[in-house]
């Protein structure tokens, strides 16, 4: 017989499990429903990244100067990351066009995690992220462009030019979500390592903080929101 204080060895999966299911379940209808709905789910997202970046800007500088500045970027870049995805769930887009963030962001871990577990080889930036690789970068860079040309087919966006363009948009877009995805997952990592924390915080049961979870999202989101500031600077 186990002894009762040894939690069993599946626990800490089926707390992982269902805390995913009840995630994609709450995050899946707010995304459904929009409007309202989804603008507080993305505010309350938001204020909770906003608490853990504090929290981890805390554990690594004590100057109140450099502590604020810290806090004023993490306000910028978490707020703009905020405002595109309710940009993307508008009228001009609509749910489509977060689904495909999405499923690019997703595409690239699972790209870089089977590439990176089979092929290995050299480490990216083993002083912050031991178990990234330059292999896992490129399944990233290949899952994110199935995922764009799945979705430029099914909504019929590629169907109007040539298969060696779609190809070569298709390479594009994927490769630049996976680099950015893995520069923000690396941003993050950077900083817990400098705070001294594994998580980000505690707030999702087996998947440790908000941060860890959207971390390479968020990065991808705040470059498409600067690009979109951009171009609309050089249109007006």
């Not at 204020?47 to 970027?73: H, I, P, S, Y």
């Not at 190809?167 to 594009?172: H, R, T």
């Not at 049961?205 to 600077?233: E, K, N, Q, T, Y």
Request: glycine share 14%; charged share 15%.
């Amino acid at each position: 017989m186990a002894d009762g204080n040894v939690r069993p060895r599946n626990s800490d999966l089926r707390v992982r499990v269902v805390s995913a299911v009840v995630m994609l379940a709450v995050a899946g209808a707010a995304l459904w429903l929009g409007d309202l709905v989804w603008a507080i789910f993305v505010m309350l997202v938001a204020m909770g990244l906003l608490w853990e970046w504090r929290r981890l800007v805390g554990g690594f500088e004590t100057d109140a100067v450099k502590r604020g500045l810290w806090n004023t970027a993490g306000i910028v870049y978490i707020g703009i990351s905020a405002a595109m995805l309710l940009f993307l769930r508008s009228e001009l887009f609509g749910i489509g066009a977060v689904l495909c963030v999405l499923a690019m962001v997703i595409a690239t871990d699972i790209g870089a995690y089977f590439a990176g577990r089979t092929i290995g080889g050299p480490k990216i930036a083993p002083a912050i992220s031991p178990s990234k690789t330059w292999a896992g970068l490129g399944g990233g860079i290949i899952g994110a462009s199935l995922a764009y040309a799945a979705y430029g087919q099914f909504t019929g966006e590629l169907h109007t030019i040539s298969a060696p363009s779609a190809l070569a948009v298709s390479l594009g877009s994927g490769a630049i979500t996976a680099v950015v995805a893995q520069s923000g997952d690396f941003f993050e990592s950077w900083m817990k390592r400098r705070a001294g924390v594994k998580d980000s915080g505690r707030l999702l049961p087996g998947h440790g903080g908000l941060f860890d979870r959207v971390d390479g999202l968020l990065a991808v989101l705040f470059v498409l929101g600067v690009l979109m500031v951009i171009r609309s600077a050089f249109a007006s």
